[in-house]
């Protein structure tokens, strides 16, 4: 674990429950994700997705059971080596797009005044536009977010989030909002994203062909119980726990060269691509 | 078509928006006319030019006995208490409502007392204020900035825990500390509201700021209002009371201007 970079991180979630008062809304998680992970969790809204990235979050404390991150009990509290990505209000409305990347870098280099100056301050310029072309954000450096598409805020986000280098990056139904052509290619970038990142992913997402298309694993969570008098006293546990088939493997090209919503290439339709019809996303 | 439907033009908005004000002035004007055609004395509602009169007698020729140009000298002690009490207020408000509104702990210790502050009448304090601090300049600021400080504190804590949960937590995963995340991501997200917030405050302010004067003073444009009542002379009044409104309305213009300009991104994000 130690040997290969402090990247490789694998999460064990041990016998994790999770109450609020009297409402029991996890029970039972047990779950190991292993390195380099791309993992999406599915579920009918309420049942406690979004409770369990905040789990892993450190938002959060479990009720009972552990969490651990590379065998160290996670902290509850947020923290730099886990990245995030929400739906909304990921990015922050007052400072620029390259505010926005560089503001992490900032937190880091400078205590008190969090504001880079002078050489420091062009290095970390140097990264952070890097890293904005990399999301396909360059040129909008000096843009607020206000002025931003939806799909743009959330490659700023993403862009945001990378900068820290976490070792884990949970996204809560990041591309929810985005209509489905934005949505595909914000998800070729995620894709690529994870290739090249040493990354291990946990989404939330409630499009169930969003989680099979990206995702190594897909895992649901389900109420056994759901009856209305059962609702209280019966969390959500996990009910499906499916791994993508052929597996596909951060770093290497998946065995089908399409995946189903990658851009068309000139090289005619696979066998599963959708007909190919220009901006076309059949559910 | 509908009422709620009807939009104006530019112009059309424009002409609507000073009617009224034509309206109020031709109001005067016939009145004043009527009042004067019975008795050529009378002060209730003097004319233009009397009134010209004394603007000429206030504000550009200086007094007998002090050699001051009285609107100036007026005009420059109520500034300068306004002035001060609003900045002090300011100053309390961002540094109490930042920490009430982003620590729990201080939110339990200082959140009740506060609003409890809130509520004490402030004109009730006044003879308080003369008593502890003198008949001087401290008691005049001291109630401009007791007036509107609690009000702007817990504004500005609103305001603060309003922010999404997400960007602060979104802070902590980049690495930022308490310290750090107030001054980058709460400090600037909240100073458009509070300049807003003491725009609100004006108008407050500038009622304690009269009133104290009106008690005790030897200056300022509510002392002199409340002087000359004395003489009925409202030729006087008027024009005093449209300058006090004047620089109100410009304060409130130049604050949101300011706003503006220094957070440009604050008008795309309407708060």
């Known amino acids: 674990m130690v040997e290969g970079g402090a990247q490789l991180s694998e999460i064990v979630i041990d016998n994790v429950w999770k109450e609020y008062g009297d409402q029991i809304v996890l029970e039972k998680i047990s779950l190991t994700i292993e390195p380099r992970a791309f993992v999406a969790l599915v579920g009918p809204s309420g049942c406690g997705k979004t409770t369990f990235l905040r789990l892993l979050l450190g938002e959060e404390a479990p009720t009972q059971g552990t969490i651990t991150i590379d065998g160290v009990p996670l902290v509850a509290e947020p923290s730099p080596d886990r990245g995030v990505v929400f739906q909304r209000y990921s990015v922050f409305p007052h400072l620029t797009v390259l505010g926005n990347v560089l503001l992490g870098k900032e937190f880091q280099g400078s205590r008190f005044a969090a504001r880079l100056l002078g050489s420091r301050r062009r290095t970390a310029i140097e990264e952070a536009r890097e890293l904005i072309a990399e999301v396909g954000l360059e040129g909008a450096e000096d843009k607020y977010p206000a002025m931003l598409s939806g799909g743009m805020q959330q490659r700023l986000a993403l862009a945001q989030a990378l900068i820290m280098r976490p070792k884990v990056l949970l996204l809560d139904e990041p591309f929810g909002a985005l209509d489905p052509g934005i949505r595909a290619d914000i998800h070729v970038l995620m894709k690529r994203l994870w290739h090249e990142t040493a990354l291990t992913v946990v989404m939330v997402t409630h499009d169930l062909r969003e989680a099979f298309t990206l995702a190594t694993r897909v895992i649901a969570f389900e109420r056994p119980r759901d009856r209305p008098e059962e609702r209280e006293r019966y969390g959500a546990s996990l009910s499906r726990d499916i791994s993508i088939w052929p597996p596909r493997v951060a770093g290497e090209a998946f065995p089908f060269a399409l995946d189903r919503d990658d851009p068309a290439q000139p090289m005619g339709p696979r066998r599963d691509d959708p007909a190919p019809v220009e901006g076309a996303m059949v559910p | ?271």
């Open chain 2, 1 to 271: 078509m509908r009422w709620i439907n009807i939009r104006l033009s530019r112009t059309a908005a424009l002409t609507l928006a000073l009617l009224p004000f034509g309206l109020l002035v031709a109001a005067y004007l016939t009145g004043s006319a009527a009042r004067l055609a019975l008795n050529p004395d009378d002060k209730l509602l003097p004319s233009l030019t009397s009134i010209a009169d004394a603007i000429n007698r206030m504000a550009f020729i200086p007094d007998g006995r002090t050699g001051d140009v009285l609107l100036w000298s007026d005009t420059f002690a109520s500034l300068s208490r306004l002035g001060w009490g609003l900045a002090i207020s300011t100053l309390i408000a961002l540094l109490v409502g930042m920490i009430v509104g982003m620590l729990p702990t201080a939110r339990s210790l200082l959140a009740p007392v506060i609003a409890v502050i809130a509520m004490v009448p402030p004109l009730a304090l006044l003879p308080i204020l003369f008593i502890l601090l003198g008949l001087g300049e401290t008691a005049k600021v001291a109630l401009i900035a007791i007036g509107v400080a609690p009000t702007m504190i817990r504004d500005l804590a609103l305001k603060v825990t309003e922010l999404p949960r997400e960007q602060i937590v979104k802070a902590e995963t980049l690495g930022g500390s308490s310290w750090q995340i107030a001054i980058r991501v709460v400090l600037p997200q909240v100073l458009p509201r509070l300049i807003t917030c003491l725009r609100l405050q004006l108008g407050p302010a500038w009622l304690f700021l009269i009133a104290a004067e009106a008690i005790s003073s030897d200056a300022g444009l509510g002392y002199r209002i409340f002087l000359v009542r004395r003489y009925l002379s409202m030729d006087v009044i008027f024009p005093y009371v449209a300058w006090i409104t004047l620089l109100a309305v410009l304060m409130n213009l130049a604050l949101d201007g300011v706003r503006v300009a220094v957070f440009p991104w604050s008008k795309a994000v309407r708060n």
